[in-house]
Nanobody, 115 residues
Framework: QVQLAESGGGSVQAGGSLKLSCAAS????????MAWYRQAPGKQRELVARIFEGLQTTYADSVQGRFTISEGAAKNAVDLEMDNLKPEDTGVYFC?????????WGQGTQVTVSS
């Protein structure tokens, strides 16, 4: 079992910045992928950004150039820097990790961007 601890999020005006962080226990081996997904009210959960094997990154078109995903300072940690936030970025952001082919999810953290 992989428990993911999320931090960050909150409310900001359009054009502002926020940082999300997520971490699993450093004693866990075999996590190959970590990512952030988000879910807006009435919409399906969607991929925001993903980092694979600590090197390869993927971004949703809607956040390309504004968001940056990176490994955290500790093992099994990931950060999401979100700049130039827009109202459409509002939603619950979920941390995701894949270990030996099994997906795990965090509880989610709210991000609200006002115009």
């Amino acid at each position: 079992q992989v428990q993911l601890a999320e931090s960050g999020g909150g409310s900001v005006q359009a054009g502002g910045s926020l940082k999300l962080s997520c971490a699993a226990s450093t004693r866990i081996l075999g996590i190959s992928e970590m990512a952030w997904y988000r879910q807006a009210p009435g919409k399906q959960r969607e991929l925001v950004a993903r980092i694979f094997e600590g090197l390869q990154t993927t971004y949703a078109d809607s956040v390309q150039g504004r968001f940056t995903i990176s490994e955290g300072a500790a093992k099994n940690a990931v950060d999401l820097e979100m700049d130039n936030l827009k109202p459409e970025d509002t939603g619950v952001y979920f941390c995701y990790a894949r270990r030996l082919g099994v997906p795990f999810w965090g509880q989610g953290t709210q991000v609200t961007v006002s115009s």
